[in-house]
């Protein structure tokens, strides 16, 4: 199985700046990645896919980079709405599917 | 507009059995993978099973494999999740969901979720 694990598991930050957030895959998966977005009580929002594919109306300060075994999710300046817990999530052995454990980001 | 609406949650025994359905609409059901999704309280994202178009595939995460089934009626539009020999790690809030193409695993089409409690 296709193991995915982020980091951090939390990050504190100001309106304004620059986050990345790191997801690194058990064993090679190309290009098969997606960002999810996911506020309290709401369902997950896809934000990109296929690692750097920037989803329908997402805001361009979204932005996914990487191949094989490592990734990023970058928000170039944060906004009040950011504030969320994001998931990488693997497809590379679909239809068997694993999410990252989650990465929550926080107003500093 | 696609629309995913589950139901079928609520409070169970360990031990016990529940049925999700999830109605779907706005699309040609029938030409998609569906994917069932879970995320216990305060916790992550866990995938849970997939079912392809015709209901001639379908795949499980270890942790449930042989106590849930996934299923789907296309003539109905609905798809299925249903849950035997359920544990009180199974509480969760469990999400119906889509991929962008037909074949497709990011699921840019989700569910508002449905509640299942396990609990004596």
């Known amino acids: 199985d296709i193991q995915m694990t982020q980091s951090p598991s939390s990050v504190s930050a100001s309106v304004g700046d620059r986050v990345t957030i790191t997801c690194r895959a058990s064993?090679?998966?190309?290009?098969?990645l997606a960002w999810y977005q996911q506020k309290p009580g709401k369902a997950p929002k896809l934000l990109i896919y296929a690692a750097s594919s920037l989803q329908s109306g997402v805001p361009s300060r979204f932005s996914g980079s990487g191949s094989g075994t490592d990734f990023t999710l970058t928000i170039s300046s944060l906004q009040p709405e950011d504030f969320a817990t994001y998931y990488c999530q693997q497809a590379n052995s679909f239809p068997l599917i694993t999410f990252g454990q989650g990465t929550r980001l926080e107003i500093k | 507009e696609v629309q995913l609406v589950e139901s079928g949650g609520g409070l169970v025994q360990p031990g016990g059995s529940l049925r999700l359905s999830c109605a779907a609409s706005?699309?040609?059901?029938?030409?998609?993978?569906m994917s069932w999704v879970r995320q216990a309280p305060g916790k992550g994202l866990e995938w849970v099973a997939n079912i392809k178009q015709d209901g001639s595939e379908k795949y499980y995460v270890d942790s449930v494999k042989g106590r849930f089934t996934i299923s789907r009626d296309n003539a109905k539009n609905s798809l299925y999740l249903q849950m035997n020999s359920l544990r009180a790690e199974d509480t969760a809030v469990y999400y119906c969901?889509?991929?962008?193409?037909?074949?497709?695993?990011?699921?840019?089409?989700w569910g508002q979720g449905t509640l299942v409690t396990v609990s004596s």
């Open positions: 969901a889509r991929g962008l193409t037909s074949s497709s695993s990011w699921y840019g089409y």
């Open positions: 064993q090679g998966i190309s290009s098969w």
């Open positions: 706005g699309f040609t059901f029938s030409s998609y993978w």
